[in-house]
């Protein structure tokens, strides 16, 4: 998977350098580029934002540079993948742009080779643009993500991005405004690093255990709607606090009816509306009394 991410402080992208994501990069699994947005200003000051039309306070990312960087990131993507790329010169305008993919700060550019066994990417990726008024992200979008052979994250600053940005290449290709919470960030990068993590650890090969992901809270399937219960490691008891006594049986029916009792009853108690969201047509007896 290609992930393209535009930042007026690419900096903040050192921690994709480290552990499952820095490990995956290493592989070839994630080819991450970091490109610092005032590489497409052209004036002294490398200015990437104006006042507000209408008023008001703050101020707004101009989109001028923000179509020349996703412009010439769309044409080094189409130019990578090379004639047999599905491109089309609408899709992958030239631009005369500064031109090659920055690696700014300390996030050092991936390995360049296509993700390993996936598909080629396509002319145009899918973009992202993270901001409070966005769709929530949730863990079915980190999958859908985790799909795609190439994805563009745009982060924000100030007010955010100047609206016909999105209108511009949502004509074109799937662009998504997705929100990390119900919470104001001063910007979109802290956003990009949660949703690279959640989608990168889906990527195959990633986890060390490819069950992991099917048993945490969200996963398709059973716990779509269900947080995990309490998790227990070694000793038995510490600080005189035992671990659930089931856990130690070896009994695999009990432990897995006592691991689905325990998520139910954290859903009810943290997230009530999970709860009751939860399909009944899925519940059993035993659920149902709790
Ligand atoms: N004026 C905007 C509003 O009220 O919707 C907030 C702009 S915020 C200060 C600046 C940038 O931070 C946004 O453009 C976005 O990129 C990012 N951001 C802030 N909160 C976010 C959230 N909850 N989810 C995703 N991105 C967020």
Redesign the pocket.
Same mark, same amino acid.
């Given at each position: 998977m290609r992930l393209d991410i535009v930042s007026i402080f690419p900096e903040y992208f050192s921690p994709l350098d480290v552990s499952l994501i820095g490990k995956a990069r290493e592989r070839g699994t994630l080819d991450v580029r970091v490109h610092q947005l005032r590489d497409w200003t052209h004036d002294v000051h490398k200015t990437v934002d104006d006042t507000p039309y209408g008023g008001g306070p703050?101020m707004v990312m101009k989109p001028e540079v923000w179509g020349e960087a996703i412009d010439a990131i769309i044409a080094d993507g189409a130019a990578a993948n090379g004639p047999a790329a599905d491109a089309s010169p609408t899709d992958a305008p030239p631009t005369g742009s500064p031109g090659a993919p920055a690696t700014g700060g300390s996030a050092a550019p991936g390995p360049t080779a296509p993700a390993t066994g996936g598909p080629a990417a396509p002319a145009t990726p899918r973009i992202i643009v993270?901001?409070?008024?966005?769709r929530p992200f949730t863990q079915e979008i980190a999958q859908e993500l985790a799909a795609e052979p190439w994805l563009l994250f745009a982060?924000?600053?100030?007010? $955010?991005?100047d609206s016909r940005v999105m209108r511009e290449y949502g004509a074109r290709m799937r662009v998504d405004e %997705?929100?990390?919470?119900?919470?104001? %960030?001063?910007? $979109?990068e802290v956003?990009v690093l949660v949703m690279v993590e959640a989608v990168g650890r889906l990527l195959p090969g990633v986890l060390g255990n490819v069950h992991s992901a099917v048993d945490d809270s969200f996963a398709p399937g059973a716990m779509r709607n269900l947080l995990e219960g309490p998790v227990y490691t070694k000793p038995p008891v510490w600080r005189g606090h035992e671990v659930p006594e089931v856990l130690l049986s070896g009994h695999h029916g009990r432990i897995a009816r006592w691991r689905r009792d325990e998520a139910l009853r954290r859903t009810v108690a943290n997230r009530p509306e999970l709860a009751a969201a939860i399909d009944p047509e899925t519940l059993d007896k035993h659920d149902r009394k709790l």
């Open positions: 703050g993270p901001t409070p008024s966005g982060c924000g600053r100030y007010e $955010g991005i %997705l929100s990390i919470g119900d919470y104001v %960030l001063a910007g $979109g956003a």
